[in-house]
């Protein structure tokens, strides 16, 4: 099936802002809903693991709701490695990488929507609580945050062009976004920590917009400490290197082994033909 520029702008819009809504969500509910006053130690509503859980499950759904149509890509950084690699044609990097970031945009601000009674009293100056829409780095300076960024999101590429390379061993009966959610969880477990592993610009950028918009203080954008470039800027080199890093290797083997085993086949039926 072929797709107008619309119906994959959609799809992107919708499948991102579903990204949004389930992964800053799951922040949500671990940030605000804690006791008042707080308790030391206490582990509110699953704590890191349900933030981890909740962002896989986020790709998950936002795949499922767009991946017929666009592919779901959800991920500027995705975007850009697919058209760099010939997987994706350039014409139509813009209204994707669009709709991604418009789609975060929404869909943090519907997040917002849902918990704004809670929010307003847990957070009535909205001065702490914008980590709930961005990320933050665990060490201040620039290149922590970004080498951080480029090793998660090469990590993200490399394993998603292993599950859908139809000459690996694919997933079956439609189990392919299921597992692309469990490798955002197996990052976010073991790569977590520094910079709250955005992976992906769109995801990052967008609620932090929102977060300015809606006047949230240290949101790291236009107020306090500048931290948003890492996790913009550290997915693109990530992607790439991950993307190339995968056709270089485990793809061109594959590749490769896939020619050699076609060419006794071709010949045979060569030598049948001329008889």
Not at 129 to 137: E, K, L, N
Not at 200 to 210: K, M, Q, S, T
Request: charged residues 10%.
């Amino acid at each position: 099936m072929k797709f107008t520029k619309g119906q994959e702008f959609v799809a992107e819009f919708l499948g991102t802002m579903v990204l949004i809504l389930f992964g800053c969500g799951s922040v949500a509910m671990v940030v605000l809903f804690g006791s008042n006053p707080p308790i030391p130690g206490e582990v509110v509503k699953g704590g890191y693991t349900n933030i981890v859980l909740g962002w896989g499950l986020a790709v998950t759904m936002g795949i499922y709701v767009s991946g017929a149509i666009s592919g779901a890509h959800l991920n500027p950084a995705l975007t850009l490695a697919m058209a760099a690699t010939k997987r994706l044609p350039w014409a139509k990097v813009p209204h994707y990488i669009l709709a991604q970031f418009l789609g975060a945009f929404v869909g943090a601000g519907l997040m917002f929507a849902v918990y704004y009674p809670k929010w307003i009293l847990v957070d009535p100056n909205l001065g702490h609580t914008a980590g709930i829409f961005c990320t933050f780095p665990a060490v201040p300076g620039f290149w922590p945050g970004f080498f951080d960024q480029v090793v998660g999101t090469a990590l993200l590429l490399g394993m998603i062009l292993a599950i859908v390379d139809k000459l690996n061993a694919l997933p079956g009966s439609n189990m392919a976004p299921f597992i692309i959610g469990l490798v955002i969880v197996a990052i976010g477990i073991s790569f977590g920590g520094m910079n709250g592993y955005a992976i992906n610009p769109a995801r990052d950028l967008g609620p932090r917009l929102f977060s300015v918009v809606a006047g949230f203080k240290n949101n790291g954008l236009t107020d306090g400490p500048s931290v948003w470039l890492p996790p913009v800027l550290g997915p693109f080199m990530g992607a790439l290197v991950g993307a190339f890093a995968y056709d270089l290797t485990i793809g061109r083997i594959l590749l490769k082994t896939h020619m050699l085993s076609q060419a006794p086949e071709q010949h045979s039926e060569g030598m049948d033909a001329s008889h």
